[in-house]
């Protein structure tokens, strides 16, 4: 059996983390038996970060090798791609995972708006007498990640401008087709999806929240991903 090891869910999606997302639709998608299991903590993981797939072998941190880990067991994330058509779902996965989900935690966690949600949720295993201190240092050390990555540095309308060109780039490649390589979702969808429907459940309504929950074309596409391609537990 199966188990992935995975940050907990609220009421709209499988789980707060969007690579905890995109494991399980790996996961689905590859139609394999699994269960969760849910951490708060991830510090005793290999990476020290989930999500984190459990064999009954070993632990495979990281959502490309849990990709890798189902592909030598069988499964095809990019049928009938081509492999120019391959190369090119690979970079929209890193754009997803190096890009977007940047965008996600610095709308989440450098948000003084959006802050005392993320406290409550994410860290209610904390007794509530110590949990604003120890907080308030993970929160440090992701303001510096966010400073080194570049994103923190920019003030909110740059940010948002450039959120907004990814964002209309992906409309683009929408128009006429269901999925981003076209009608069969693939790997370039789990990773994207699942970093829009972070961008769009942020727990407080941000410009970004708004911004993604007010795109027809990128709304219709996270519930085709979500709903139809590849329904989650
Ligand atoms: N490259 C990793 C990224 C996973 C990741 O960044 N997980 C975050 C949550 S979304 C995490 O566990 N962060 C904890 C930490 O950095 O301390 C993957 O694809 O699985």
């Keep these: 059996m199966l188990t992935l090891l995975t940050y907990p869910r609220n009421d709209t999606v499988f789980s707060l983390s969007p690579f905890c997302v995109k494991a399980a639709l ?3 998608y590859a139609q394999k038996t699994w269960k969760r299991e849910d951490l708060n903590d991830p510090r005793k993981m290999p990476h020290r970060k989930l999500p984190v797939l459990r064999t009954t072998r070993r632990l495979i941190a990281d959502s490309a090798n849990i990709r ?23 970079m ?19 948000n003084d708006m959006v802050w005392p949600t993320i406290r409550d949720n994410y860290f209610n295993e904390i007794p ?31 940010r948002f401008e450039r959120l907004d060109i990814q964002l209309r780039s ?11 390589m076209g009608e069969q979702v693939t790997s370039a969808d789990f990773s994207v999806a699942s970093m829009l429907q972070a961008l769009r459940s942020t727990m407080v309504q941000t410009p970004t929240v708004d911004r993604v929950a007010g795109d ?18």
């Excluded at 509530?128 to 920019?154: E, K």
């Excluded at 992906?170 to 981003?180: A, N, R, T, W």
């Design 26 to 28: 790996l996961l689905s």
């Design 68 to 90: 890798k880990f189902l592909e030598a067991e069988g499964t095809d994330f990019d049928p009938g791609l081509s492999p120019r058509e391959k190369a090119q779902a690979q």
């Design 92 to 110: 929209l996965v890193r754009m997803a995972e190096d890009s977007l989900y940047f965008h996600v935690v610095r709308d989440r966690w450098d």
């Design 128 to 158: 509530a007498l110590i949990r604003r201190p120890v907080t308030s240092a993970i929160r440090r050390s992701v303001h510096q990640g966010l400073q080194f990555h570049g994103v923190g540095r920019f003030s909110d309308s740059e």
């Design 170 to 180: 992906l409309s683009v490649l929408l128009q006429g087709s269901s999925f981003l």
């Design 216 to 233: 027809a074309v990128l709304g219709r596409y996270i519930d085709r991903v979500f709903e139809d391609a590849v329904p989650l537990p």
